[in-house]
């Protein structure tokens, strides 16, 4: 008897190792083949919760609180965010990123559009006003109206300039008073400079400038 028990102590012994091995292999995939305690993947969770449950998203996509944690717009994400018309103008033609000059940020768009070239710049300013004396130096006295959104927009009606783009020599812009980013669209025709900056110069209303509710 005592034999008997000899010999089946050392195979129990190895069918317990096994299993053991075999569980701490699941647990290891389980955790991606890294070791994880239960702290760390609490934290994980309740990082992920937070993100999810935060009321608002902003405009580079972080979660947050309030809108007025978010930051303003900048770069080309804060462009493409500002004027909604970009990836359309983006579609129909070639953007690019050029020499800035006096601005902070300026991207170039050159399209083909109602059969008609058409060039369009967005640009940001570190000052508004710089913006704003860039295009009163045409001559063009700004209209200015109040947008549903509470804010102030100038807008300059198309008018002949000499410019970069040969005979897309007619000019219109827009900003919004107090906001560094503008657009502007040039054509070999007024009206279809003045139409194209509706279609693809729309500037987002302000309530939605740093972000949206989920």
Not at 27 to 37: K, S
Not at 56 to 85: A, H, I, Q
Not at 193 to 198: F, H, I
Request: hydrophobic letters at 35%; aromatic letters at 10%; proline letters at 6%.
């Amino acid at each position: 008897m005592q034999q008997r028990r000899d010999r089946v102590t050392p195979v129990l012994f190895a069918i317990t190792v096994l299993l053991a091995l075999t569980v701490a292999g699941i647990i290891h995939v389980a955790y991606g083949g890294q070791v994880g305690g239960p702290f760390a993947v609490a934290d994980q969770v309740s990082s992920t919760t937070r993100q999810a449950n935060t009321p608002y998203v902003c405009w580079d996509g972080n979660g947050s609180g309030s809108l007025t944690r978010c930051p303003d717009p900048r770069g080309e994400d804060g462009m493409k965010w500002v004027f909604p018309g970009y990836d359309d103008a983006a579609r129909s033609g070639e953007c690019a990123r050029t020499e800035t000059g006096p601005r902070d940020l300026f991207v170039e768009c050159s399209i083909t559009w109602r059969g008609s070239r058409v060039y369009l710049h967005y640009a940001y300013w570190s000052t508004w006003q710089t913006g704003q004396k860039k295009y009163a130096a045409t001559g063009s006295t700004p209209r200015i109206e109040q947008r549903p959104d509470g804010g102030m927009s100038l807008s300059w009606r198309p008018r002949r300039l000499p410019t970069p783009h040969g005979e897309a020599s007619w000019v219109t812009a827009e900003m919004v008073e107090g906001h560094g980013w503008s657009v502007a669209a040039y054509a070999g025709d007024g009206e279809v400079a003045r139409q194209a900056l509706e279609e693809f110069g729309e500037i987002r209303d302000l309530r939605e400038w740093r972000g949206l509710p989920r």
